[in-house]
């Protein structure tokens, strides 16, 4: 690696970005995994979804829209999976 120059700042943020990265998968498959195996309303999983969210956002500023067209759908597919529009998850039934 280069020491001088631009080189070492450019590996810097390459590094940055690919930590945020990490922390960007960690939290979209935490979200998943719950959405899968926790038992929960509708609105619960809805509001783990905003929450999400609202977290890679804070990570990536700007980056919205991108959780919107990718992440969002995943999530509600699963959520849809677990629990279907006007059903709602009992505890007591697992």
């Given amino acids: 690696?280069?020491?001088?120059?631009?080189?070492?700042?450019?590996?810097?943020e390459i590094r940055e970005e690919q930590i945020c990265m990490i922390k960007v998968r960690v939290l979209a498959d935490l979200?998943?995994?719950?959405?899968?195996?926790?038992?929960?309303?509708?609105?619960?999983?809805?509001?783990?979804?905003v929450?999400?969210?609202?977290?890679?956002?804070?990570?990536?500023?700007?980056?919205?829209?991108?959780?919107d067209l990718v992440l969002c759908p995943r999530f509600l597919r699963i959520l849809d999976e677990q629990a279907p529009v006007g059903r709602r998850l009992d505890p007591a039934s697992n």
């Fill in 31 to 49: 979200t998943a995994y719950r959405l899968r195996h926790d038992t929960f309303t509708r609105e619960a999983g809805l509001a783990m979804i």
């Fill in 51 to 67: 929450e999400t969210r609202a977290a890679i956002v804070a990570l990536c500023p700007g980056q919205g829209d991108v959780f």
């Fill in 1 to 12: 690696m280069w020491k001088g120059g631009g080189c070492a700042s450019m590996t810097a």
